[in-house]
Structure formats: C-alpha cells, structure tokens
T-cell receptor, first 110, second 111 residues
C-alpha cells in the first residue's frame, strides 16, 4: 500500500531563513510526487510536481528514490509563504487519484 | 469560469439524516474527483468519474456513501443515515487531463 508521511505538523521560521518541509513516501512502483498548498481563505492548489523539475514561488523539490523522499525547500522564506502544505503521491492509475500526507502548517514570522 | 463550485459550503445535520453534497466542475473537465478530509488529516480519495462513468469507488468507506454524475457534469455525493464519524470536509476536484483543481469544500457536521 502507498503511504505519504509528513513528520512535522507545524513548522515556524523567520522571514529570510531557509525552510525545508519534509515528505517521505512508500510505494513499490514509480510514483509521481506533488506538493499542494492551501493559503488562508483559498482553495487547495497544486504548487509543483516532481516531473516538471521547476521552481515555483522560489520552492523546489527533488525526488530522492533512494531515501524515498520529496522534501520541499526554499532558501529564503517570505511571510506570504505561510500556509498549509501537503505532499501527495499518484500511483498512475489516474492522475487525480492521490494519496496525501497529513500536511504541515508553515508559519513565517516577520 | 469561477472554478469548481461546491454546495452547501457548510451543513449541519442530525445523526441518521441523509445528506447530498453537490459539485459543479470547471466547464469541459472530463474527470471529477471526491475526497474527504477529517480534522488534522490530509485529503483522502473517495471516488472519481470520467464523464458520467464512475471509474473507481474504492475509497468510499461503506455502502452509506454513493456518488453520481448522470450527465457528465454536476456530481452529487450522498451520505445516507449519517453518523458522527462522517463529520469532515468533503472536497471535490475536476481535472483537465493533467492537473486537478479543487473546489472550496463542503464542511459537514453531524450532531
């Protein structure tokens, strides 16, 4: 069975500090990994996916198959990054059938 | 358009009552997904449709839960004989073949 683990429920950093949100997964095949974000009073939305290998809003995430991790990183956090972040995995049966982690609330203090 | 629309946004119902949650997807989106999210947890897959066909209902927790999408557009998730453990946010998403887009969710509280 596939599983996504986000070990930190809460993460607090100061503006300008680096931030890393951890995500580990278990899946026997070749997964597709995503990060979703929900800002206050907004909808849950896609932030980035590993196959795109892109940086969105300064965030990057690298899939490490050896460590089965997909950590989200940003070198200099901004106050507007404060949000709930979910790591998610797709097994490929349907692009929208996702297994989500429990989420991490990121707070960036001024 | 305005995105995926869900109604009602908030619903309080008494235990044992039936509840219907509605999802109006983005126009033209073939796929529609339902998720449930309990407090403190991530979204959990329930079921999905391509057009009007229910492709996968493996996440529906029991036979009190059902979903339909009769004309391949609006979908209804129905919970019969609600129980307190059904209290959660119910999220709908529609997809363009590459990405899914979530609605604002429907908060259900069973008292």
């Amino acid at each position: 069975a596939q599983r996504v683990t986000q070990p930190e429920k809460l993460l607090s950093v100061f503006k300008g500090a680096p931030v890393e949100l951890k995500c580990n997964y278990s899946y026997s095949g070749s997964p597709e990994l995503f990060w979703y974000v929900q800002y206050s009073r907004q909808r849950l939305q896609l932030l980035l996916r590993h196959i795109s290998r892109e940086s969105i809003k300064g965030f990057t995430a690298d899939l490490n198959k050896g460590e089965t991790s997909f950590h989200l990183k940003k070198p200099f956090a901004q106050e507007e990054d404060s949000a709930m972040y979910y790591c998610a995995l797709s097994s490929g049966t349907s692009y929208g059938k996702l297994t989500f982690g429990q989420g991490t609330i990121l707070t960036v203090h001024p | 358009g305005a995105g995926v629309s869900q109604s009602p946004r908030y619903k309080v119902t008494k235990r044992g009552q039936d509840v219907a949650l509605r999802c109006d997807p983005i126009s033209g989106h073939v796929s529609l997904y339902w998720y449930r999210q309990a407090l403190g947890q991530g979204p959990e897959f329930l079921t999905y449709f391509n057009y009007e066909a229910q492709q996968d209902k493996s996440g529906l927790p029991n036979d009190r839960f059902s979903a339909e999408r009769p004309e391949g557009s609006i979908s209804t998730l129905t919970i019969q004989r609600t129980e307190q453990r059904d209290s959660a946010m119910y999220r709908c998403a529609s997809g363009d073949g590459n990405t899914i887009y979530f609605g604002e969710g429907s908060w259900l509280t069973v008292v």
